[in-house]
């Protein structure tokens, strides 16, 4: 079995900043990539960054330059650092491990269950 909590997340004004964190834990033997996706109330769930094992990381054009995603893979942990928020940024935001392969040798993707960020004066 395998759980992916997410932390971090809250109200936050325009213009500041806020951390995610991804915890990642039971049955894993290797995580491909991590990432977070968001989903604003009325809209489809979106990709915001997304990063591999060796640290390659790719980032919606909506939050290049004010997002930073990082990970910690022997811990099986993954980060989102938010500065320069902006209200559109207000969302549920979802941690994913994607193509996690457990000791059983079977690979599947898992979502942990959002964190909420509201950014607003």
């Known amino acids: 079995q395998v759980q992916l909590v997410e932390s971090g997340g809250g109200l936050v004004q325009p213009g500041g900043s806020l951390t995610l964190s991804c915890a990642a834990s039971g049955n894993i033997f290797s995580i491909e990539a991590m990432g977070w996706y968001r989903q604003a109330p009325g809209k489809e769930r979106e990709l915001v960054a997304m990063i591999d094992t060796i640290g390659i990381a790719n980032y919606a054009d909506s939050v290049k330059g004010r997002f930073t995603i990082s990970r910690e893979n022997a811990r099986n942990r993954v980060y989102l650092q938010m500065n320069s928020l902006k209200p559109e940024d207000t969302a549920v935001y979802y941690c994913?491990?994607?193509?996690?392969?457990?000791?059983?040798?079977?690979?599947?993707?898992?979502w942990g269950q959002g964190t909420q960020v509201t950014v607003s004066s």
């Open positions: 994913q491990a994607d193509r996690l392969r457990d000791f059983g040798n079977y690979y599947r993707n898992y």
